[in-house]
């Protein structure tokens, strides 16, 4: 049989429910999806699959593409700055957005900074921002599945003049997408500390109307901690007393948080976007993400935005998740590599609700690869898969992506744009940003 894209020859690690691994084993794709995959080669199988498109190899690697599931792509701009400012949040980075974001910014250092996702096999990510609409045109341009969350917060912002204009733009943004491939748009209230409880409610109630997902940042800082730990509970708490907990939340960091919460997040069937680098660059406690695993809740992994946790491959992220879970517990034998690739790949797709769609390699579904080649001196010798993808793949490992179907990355780079172009983009966006801080 005919297939549009053969790769055969690798190890396929499939991240489904058995833990399936070909090694050797092919992937047979037509059109957006996955239509077989097995031991072998794909041409020795019984449909002797071929396909005009062959990627073929012994020291390749393929596996489902990671899903990043909390980033904020469009602060690319910003990466590097203010580094070690105390509060940082209310006393750098509202202000420094106030100034300097404009819709033609997050156009283009979203796509900058998709271009560094997809390049390192990101297939997937979450983001929240403003001007998602923007974001959305560069996910769409480059070719790379998104949840875009439109932020809502109490006070004006770079694309609202009005407190809590948010809403409406989510709700325009999600009217106008509405039903593409790629992109779904979401609302995202910014955190229970930035919006007000009514506005809260109005924000889940009107994004459950349109069918869209809400995606927060829940449980961060101590500062909330205290606030509701004064009132007699717990963010997470509060939030389920104001309707906002259900399978179609999504919420990153989920660091204070108690037995109780833990239990309540499994009960509501939330996402939670673990963001191990940014958490501990802001010198916070570490997660219990591996408790929150165990029982039972949908959990994920995440950068964070650029100026947060700085690197926007998931290759840094991967292996940091067992790492400081290890040192969390003080025992090294929690969170396995494969645990890792799991929660860097179909965890995080389930967390997004995205799971009957990406996230593991089975017919029927989207055809979101990562083709890595392990003759690398990174990568060699690989003695257990899991262990080489969580802790030894580099981002230049990474020699294929797809996403759809589509091959967005081969060897030689991305196959949309121009590389070229997107890296004098930035040094421009970038140097804007410089001139008008002088300015002031
Ligand atoms: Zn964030």
Redesign the pocket.
């Known amino acids: 049989m005919t297939c549009d894209i053969l790769i055969e020859g690798a190890a396929v690690l499939a991240m489904d429910a058995a833990g399936t691994i070909h090694a050797p084993g092919y992937v047979a794709i037509t059109g957006e999806r996955i239509v077989a995959l097995g031991a072998g080669r794909g041409r020795d199988a019984p449909e002797a699959w071929d396909a005009p498109s062959i990627i073929a190899g012994s020291g390749l690697i393929v596996m489902p593409g990671f899903v990043n599931t909390?980033t904020?792509v469009a602060m690319a701009a910003f990466r590097g700055l203010g580094e070690d400012v105390p509060d940082r949040l209310r006393r750098f980075i509202f202000p420094l957005e106030k100034r300097l974001v404009t819709r033609e910014l997050v156009r283009r250092a979203s796509e900058f900074c998709i271009a560094e996702m997809l390049r390192s096999g990101t297939t997937t990510f979450a983001d929240?921002y403003y001007f998602e609409d923007e974001v959305a045109h560069a996910a769409r341009r480059l070719h790379i599945r998104a949840l875009l969350g439109e932020t809502v917060v109490d006070f004006p912002s770079p694309d609202s003049a009005e407190a809590y204009g948010g809403i409406a733009y989510a709700g325009r943004f999600a009217a106008e997408w509405r039903g593409d491939s790629l992109v779904s748009p979401c609302f995202a209230p910014h955190a229970p500390y930035t919006v007000a409880d009514d506005k809260l409610r109005e924000t889940c109630e009107e994004a459950r109307r349109l069918g869209a997902r809400i995606l927060m940042?829940v449980a961060e800082t101590e500062a909330e901690r205290d606030l509701y730990a004064a009132r007699g509970t717990s963010t997470l708490r509060h939030l389920d007393s104001l309707g906002c907990l259900g399978p179609d939340f999504v919420a990153?960091h989920m660091i204070h948080v108690d037995a109780a919460d833990i239990e309540l997040a499994a009960a509501r069937g939330m996402g939670v976007a673990h963001c191990p680098a940014s958490n501990s660059k802001g010198g916070r406690p570490i997660a219990a993400a591996s408790t929150m695993v165990e029982a039972g809740v949908r959990l994920g992994l995440a950068t964070?935005?650029p100026l947060?946790g700085n690197g926007m491959d998931m290759q840094g992220i991967v292996g940091l998740y067992p790492k400081l879970q290890k040192v969390r517990l003080g025992r090294r034998d929690v969170v396995s590599a494969q645990d890792a690739v799991y929660a860097a790949t179909i965890g995080g797709a389930g967390a997004l609700g995205l799971d009957d769609i990406t996230g593991s390699l089975e017919p029927g579904k989207m055809a979101d690869i990562l083709v890595a080649d392990a003759r690398s001196f990174s990568m060699l010798p690989v003695h257990d898969w899991y262990s080489t993808v969580a802790f030894s793949m580099r981002p230049s490992d990474v020699a294929w992506v797809l996403v759809g179907g589509k091959i967005v990355r081969d060897r030689s780079g991305l196959t949309t744009v121009d590389e070229e172009e997107l890296l004098d983009s930035i040094i421009r966006v970038a140097e804007d940003c410089r001139r008008e801080q002088a300015g002031l």
Request: proline share 0%; glycine share 12%; charged share 10%.
């Open positions: 909390h904020h929240m940042h990153a964070d935005g947060s």
